[in-house]
């Protein structure tokens, strides 16, 4: 998803952009959140029908608690794929085709309710299936919206996203418990088949804008995957909402992989007060993200994770001693206004922490940690319920989560909120002799920077050089080091390896201005008129590999 063309109605003035309501200023968001709320509303829907179903088809907690984890396991074991499948392919084209899939999948799913032969295993499959299916959308639909609204209507995009999400979850679990009830089973499986018709329609009327041609291949998959994991493991910001995110979501699971069970077990319990505790956790999360903005005025991202934390593990110990409608509603409210307040602050901390070129990658690494811990925890809570009960899993799972919250405060939210992370283009094209066969896929590639460092800088230098080591990896190296010269004491020579020459050259294409900013930090202790001397190394093509090393070649 891109942004539309540029004008005053599309850019508003930075104090109505700030504006809670500003994304809805840009058509292409519009249309699209409102085909998501659409879709979601049906996803819900079907989420309700497939918990219900379970139960009814096997009642233990183990196998109920199994659906939530066949929805969300999928996630975490192809969001990397999905990840840099986006990054390197047409968003829109993926996400129609994948979209035309699920439809095809539920519709099966809706049919085979309706005739009476759904079986548990069955059910886990299709279940599974469907959960690949928006394993491989998520990347592709989080990563394009900070295309879609300027920079500073980033925050309340993400926030209206999760706003929708919650629009739907306050409305779908209400229309499928009543139509479960009032017509059939199979209702809440149609009507998600049918919504997936306002996603591919909307698809369709999108026309993003084409950036710029790309004059290198795209990367190699599996090679594109390692370079995602390399970007993350360098990346402060990245890393510290990844650890926040799980010391939230293993123990904050346990909340919905348990929610049906304790709907079914409470007085007059049965699937229409199900739909109406998700309708209430719902408007809990709609009334939050109202709320987040004059919030977020008075209090950092860092707290509201804290204190959205302590209010969900409330909800939790509150649903855990529900025995009444009357006592699990207020819990389920605020299990729904906590919610909101952790999950959109995590989402904002990680967008703003991603350049472009890896977002969806990125993003694709927050949702495995984001959907592991809820289809781990979802099958660990299903079976500390099934050895003790569901109570008592609720009030471990609560405890959890308070304690998790020192444990994590060390990792700072929001750390790329200051970062300028749009392209430096400030790397000089590297020189290539006419008579030298540089083609994308030779490599290894050896790049190395001569720098001359005065005696007394040199500690300060290596430090400025510990930070560039980040910078480097982050870009697609893959190893990295600084040396000094025996000879002469004041030359040191940093050094790093990317797997190819097309790798090396998208490494330009890369580097932000943050990266510039702290390679311009480094350089500052070069002594010399001129700039650090740059060269590079290209490993010796295959055929002159295996002259090299066979006896007598040469003769």
């Known amino acids: 998803m891109t942004a539309t063309s540029p004008s005053s109605a599309d850019h508003p003035s930075p104090s109505t952009a700030r504006s809670a309501w500003s994304p809805f200023r840009h058509r292409a968001f519009a249309l699209l959140w409102t085909a998501t709320l659409i879709s979601s509303i049906g996803t819900w829907m079907h989420d309700v029908g497939a918990g219900w179903l379970m139960t009814t088809l096997n009642p233990s907690p183990a196998i109920v608690s199994l659906v939530q984890a066949a929805t969300t396991a999928p996630i975490f074991l192809f969001a990397l794929f999905a990840g840099a499948l986006a990054d390197r392919v047409n968003k829109r084209r993926l996400l129609l085709t994948v979209s035309l899939v699920l439809t095809g999948i539920t519709s099966a799913m809706a049919i085979l309710t309706a005739a009476g032969a759904m079986t548990p295993a069955l059910l886990l499959a299709l279940t599974f299936a469907i959960g690949t299916g928006a394993a491989l959308m998520a990347p592709a639909w989080q990563s394009v919206v900070p295309s879609l609204v300027p920079r500073e209507s980033l925050q309340p995009a993400i926030a209206i996203n999760s706003m929708g ?25 149609v009507i998600n088949a ?15 804008e084409t950036g710029p041609a790309r004059t290198l291949p795209p990367e190699p998959l599996f090679g594109a995957m390692a370079t995602g994991l390399r970007h993350a493991s360098r990346n402060s910001a990245l890393k510290a909402t990844l650890l926040r ?27 229409e007060i199900y739909g109406v505790l998700l309708t209430a956790i719902g408007g809990g999360a709609v009334a939050g993200a109202l709320a987040l903005p004059s919030i977020r005025q008075r209090f950092d991202a860092n707290r509201l994770v804290a204190a959205g934390t302590l209010i969900t593990a409330a909800a939790m110990a509150l649903l855990g001693l529900a025995t009444s409608v009357a006592m699990a509603l207020p819990a389920s409210v605020l299990g729904g206004v906590g919610w909101i307040m952790v999950l959109t602050s995590l989402n904002v901390s990680a967008q703003t922490a991603l350049p472009n070129w890896v977002r969806a990658r990125g993003l694709a690494i927050t949702l495995m940690v984001f959907f592991g811990c809820m289809s781990a925890g979802s099958a660990i809570w299903g079976q500390v319920a099934t050895a003790t009960s569901i109570p008592t899993a609720l009030l471990i799972a609560a405890a959890g989560a308070v304690i998790a919250i020192p444990l994590t405060w060390r990792a700072k939210l929001g750390q790329g909120e200051a970062l300028d992370l749009t392209p430096a283009m400030s790397w000089p094209e590297p020189v290539v002799s006419q008579a030298m066969d540089a083609a994308h896929d030779r490599g290894p ?13 040199a500690e300060a230098f290596l430090s400025a050089m510990n930070e560039l080591a980040g910078e480097r ?5 893959h190893d990295w080091g600084v040396y000094q010269d025996a000879a002469e004491p004041d030359a040191w020579i940093e050094w790093f390896f990317l797997p190819s020459w097309a790798e090396h050259l998208r490494q ?10 702290i390679h311009a930090r480094a350089v500052e202790f070069h002594r010399g008129a001129e700039t ?5 190394f290209l490993a010796p093509l295959r055929s002159a590999r295996t002259i090299s090393k066979t006896p007598g070649s040469a003769a």
């Open 245 to 271: 995110s799980f010391g939230f979501f293993t123990f904050a699971s346990a909340y919905w992989a348990l929610l049906p069970l304790v709907a079914r077990g409470i007085e007059g319990g049965g699937a």
């Open 473 to 477: 990896y982050r870009d697609g190296a």
């Open 445 to 457: 590639v050896l790049v190395t920077i001569r720098y001359r460092i005065d005696a007394g800088d």
């Open 532 to 536: 650090p001397e740059v060269s590079h």
């Open 165 to 189: 999400v919650n629009i739907s979850r306050a409305i779908g679990p209400a229309i499928a418990g009543f139509l479960i009830s009032a017509v059939a089973l199979s209702a809440p499986f």
């Open 194 to 208: 049918v919504s997936y018709l306002a996603i591919i329609a909307a698809l369709l009327l999108w026309k993003p």
């Open 508 to 517: 330009h294409e890369r580097a932000t201005k943050h990266d510039h900013d």
